[in-house]
C-alpha cells in the first residue's frame, strides 16, 4: 500500500510569538512537524506496519520545512519530498494546486494529513487536494481501519462521532486522539541521513508563479490585549450581579 503524508513545518507550539513589521519574526524560533500532521505520519506508519507498503511524506515549504521531513524520515517514513515555495506567495490554494500536480503523477492508495495546521488554521489544504485530485476526503478523523479496497474512518463532530466508509484511494485528515505519535530512536535518526530524500520546483511540476499565486490577502496582524488584571465585586450577591451585568455591557462588551 502506498501512502503518502502532507505535512507543514510550523512554530512550536511553546514558541512566544513576536510581531515585527507586520509579520511574525522568525529569529531563533524553533520549528516542528505541525502536531496534526504528526499525527498524520503516525498513521501512516500504522498503516504500513499492517498491509505493507512505503510510507511518503510530502511538503511545500521553505528550505527549512527539510528539517520536519527528516523528522518524519527518523519516525519511519521510506521517503521525503519537499516543495520549494521560496519567493512564492501560496497560500492554501497554491499549496494545494503544487500538490496536486505531484501526487497526481504518483501511485498512492491513501493520503493523509492533519486536520489543520496551527499557524493559520485554515485547514483547507487537503480539502482542496481531494477535489483537485477528485478524491473521497473525510476529516478529522479518530479511527482508521482499512480491509481491502475500502476504509472505515470515525471522524470527529463535535464531540460525538460519525464512521464513514469510503473506497480507497481517499484523502483523510487526523484529529488529536487518532493516536500517540513515536518519538524519533536514534537508529531511525541514522537511517534518514541514508533515505530518498527529492526536491522539486514548482516548474518541475510544470507549474509557474502565477498557477499557484495566493488568492487570499492578509490584511493585518496583531496580538490579542494583554490581560487586565482581575476586578473584586463587593456589595450584596444582587448588587454584585447588577455590577457584573454593567461591566460586560460597558467595558467588555460581551453582551
Same mark, same amino acid.
Given at each position: 500500500?502506498?501512502?503518502?503524508?502532507?505535512?507543514?513545518?510550523?512554530? +512550536?507550539? $511553546?514558541?512566544?510569538?513576536?510581531?515585527?513589521?507586520?509579520?511574525?519574526?522568525? +529569529?531563533? =524560533?524553533?520549528?516542528?512537524?505541525?502536531?496534526?500532521?504528526?499525527?498524520?505520519? $503516525?498513521?501512516?506508519?500504522?498503516?504500513?506496519?499492517?498491509?505493507?507498503?512505503?510510507?511518503?511524506?510530502?511538503?511545500?515549504?521553505?528550505?527549512?520545512?527539510?528539517?520536519?521531513?527528516?523528522?518524519?524520515?527518523?519516525?519511519?517514513?521510506?521517503?521525503?519530498?519537499?516543495?520549494?515555495?521560496?519567493?512564492?506567495?501560496?497560500?492554501?490554494?497554491?499549496?494545494?494546486?503544487?500538490?496536486?500536480?505531484?501526487?497526481?503523477?504518483?501511485?498512492?492508495?491513501?493520503?493523509?494529513?492533519?486536520?489543520?495546521?496551527?499557524?493559520?488554521?485554515?485547514?483547507? =489544504?487537503?480539502?482542496?487536494?481531494?477535489?483537485?485530485?477528485?478524491?473521497?476526503?473525510?476529516?478529522?478523523?479518530?479511527?482508521?481501519?482499512?480491509?481491502?479496497?475500502?476504509?472505515?474512518?470515525?471522524?470527529?463532530?463535535?464531540?460525538?462521532?460519525?464512521?464513514?466508509?469510503?473506497?480507497?484511494?481517499? =484523502?483523510?485528515?487526523?484529529?488529536?486522539?487518532?493516536?500517540?505519535?513515536?518519538?524519533?530512536?536514534?537508529?531511525?535518526?541514522?537511517?534518514?541521513?541514508?533515505?530518498?530524500?527529492?526536491?522539486?520546483?514548482?516548474?518541475?511540476?510544470?507549474?509557474?508563479?502565477?498557477?499557484?499565486?495566493?488568492?487570499?490577502?492578509?490584511?493585518?496582524?496583531?496580538?490579542?490585549?494583554?490581560?487586565?488584571?482581575?476586578?473584586?465585586?463587593?456589595?450584596?450577591?444582587?448588587?454584585?450581579?447588577?455590577?457584573?451585568?454593567?461591566?460586560?455591557?460597558?467595558?467588555?462588551?460581551?453582551?
Amino acid at each position: 500500500m502506498n501512502v503518502f503524508v502532507i505535512l507543514k513545518q510550523t512554530f +512550536d507550539t $511553546e514558541e512566544k510569538i513576536v510581531i515585527q513589521d507586520g509579520k511574525i519574526s522568525e +529569529d531563533g =524560533v524553533k520549528f516542528v512537524i505541525n502536531p496534526y500532521d504528526e499525527y498524520a505520519v $503516525e498513521e501512516a506508519l500504522r498503516v504500513k506496519e499492517e498491509h505493507g507498503g512505503t510510507v511518503t511524506a510530502v511538503s511545500v515549504g521553505p528550505g527549512r520545512s527539510a528539517e520536519a521531513l527528516r523528522s518524519a524520515l527518523a519516525m519511519g517514513a521510506d521517503e521525503a519530498v519537499l516543495i520549494a515555495s521560496e519567493g512564492i506567495d501560496a497560500d492554501e490554494y497554491g499549496v494545494s494546486r503544487l500538490l496536486a500536480a505531484f501526487l497526481q503523477e504518483q501511485s498512492y492508495d491513501l493520503i493523509l494529513g492533519g486536520n489543520f495546521s496551527v499557524d493559520s488554521g485554515g485547514g483547507q =489544504v487537503a480539502i482542496r487536494l481531494a477535489k483537485l485530485l477528485s478524491l473521497p476526503h473525510v476529516s478529522a478523523i479518530t479511527k482508521l481501519s482499512i480491509n481491502g479496497s475500502q476504509a472505515t474512518a470515525v471522524r470527529d463532530a463535535e464531540g460525538d462521532g460519525e464512521t464513514l466508509e469510503v473506497q480507497l484511494p481517499a =484523502v483523510f485528515t487526523a484529529q488529536q486522539g487518532l493516536n500517540d505519535p513515536r518519538y524519533p530512536s536514534l537508529p531511525g535518526i541514522m537511517k534518514a541521513k541514508k533515505k530518498p530524500f527529492r526536491e522539486l520546483a514548482p516548474a518541475d511540476l510544470g507549474l509557474g508563479e502565477d498557477d499557484v499565486t495566493a488568492k487570499t490577502r492578509q490584511t493585518g496582524l496583531s496580538l490579542p490585549p494583554a490581560r487586565q488584571a482581575g476586578k473584586l465585586l463587593s456589595g450584596t450577591p444582587a448588587e454584585q450581579a447588577a455590577e457584573l451585568v454593567r461591566l460586560l455591557r460597558t467595558e467588555a462588551k460581551a453582551i
